[in-house]
């Protein structure tokens, strides 16, 4: 059942752009180090970092408002998981453009060299 | 994560024959697959529509950028813009910038689209389904044509 509800969750929130969630260095600590698996609490996050627990707060919050992760609640205890599937998704699309990009280039090739 | 396409060619023609095959528009629209409606002029937009069979419903909207001669040629665009009942003006574009190299044997062409974390993520989506979409749809066409000859 909550498997379901947050994968509704993740395509409401596949809304928010991906790119600008991940074009900041915090940002993407927090994704490696959750993409390693186990989801994580804001303590756990914050250790060996010099950020403090606020700005880790703040960072998962746009991370979550692109789905990029998932914040799992088990009573009071808050977790924090990644959700692959916004990243695969942009990736995805780049590799169709680029594709795009491949096949137009070719034709250009055949096109000034014949 | 990266955020732009970066493509590197090398063409057997001088760069001259490269840079009117990118700068004029009807040299353009016949690799491109696309029917231009009149010559490129930095500054302004460029309007036609898609040849690309399956695809001719489509509109070709561009904004020349800059036109250097045989260095530089750059548009911005909608990146698939392909749903003729959206009206995609207010939403960002991306660049598209072709930079000429001689070489000793002809030309090094150097093509980068930037400024996709700009783009809506909806958009991205769903230009990647209509985009999958339709090319599963043209491999069927051929596979029937080629089933029937």
Redesign the interface.
């Known amino acids: 059942m909550s498997r379901n509800r947050s994968s509704a969750v993740s395509r409401t929130r596949a809304r928010a752009p991906v790119f600008a969630a991940l074009g900041d260095e915090t940002r993407l600590t927090l994704v490696v180090r959750l993409s390693a698996g186990q989801p994580q609490s804001i303590s756990q996050l914050t250790e060996g970092t010099r950020l403090t627990r606020q700005a880790v707060t703040k960072h998962l919050r746009v991370l979550e408002s692109a789905g990029i992760v998932h914040n799992i609640r088990n009573g009071r205890e808050s977790r924090f998981e990644f959700n692959p599937q916004p990243i695969a998704e942009m990736k995805e699309y780049l590799e169709s453009v680029s594709a795009q990009w491949d096949r137009a280039l070719s034709r250009l090739k055949s096109f000034v060299e014949d | ?3 732009r ?1 970066e ?1 590197r ?1 090398e ?3 001088p760069v001259s ?2 840079w009117r ?2 700068t004029d528009h009807r ?1 353009f629209g ?4 696309v029917k231009i409606d009149g010559p490129f002029v930095p500054g302004q937009v460029s309007l036609g529509h898609i040849t690309y069979p399956g695809y001719e419903h489509l509109k070709w909207e561009a904004v020349v950028q800059k036109m250097e001669p045989e260095r530089l040629f750059s548009f911005t665009w909608h ?2 813009a392909i749903d003729p009942k959206m009206d995609y003006s207010n939403e960002p574009q991306t660049l598209v910038e072709f930079r000429l190299e001689p070489t000793a044997t002809g030309t090094l ?1 150097f ?1 980068t ?1 930037s400024g ?7 958009r ?2 769903e ?2 389904r209509m ?2 979409g339709g090319w599963t749809q043209q491999m069927k066409n051929i596979e029937t044509h080629v089933a029937k000859s």
């Open positions: 994560m990266q955020d396409i493509k060619i063409l057997k023609a024959r490269v095959a990118l040299e016949e690799w491109f697959r990146p698939y062409l093509v689209e996709f974390d700009k783009i809506p993520s909806h991205r989506d230009a990647f985009n999958d």
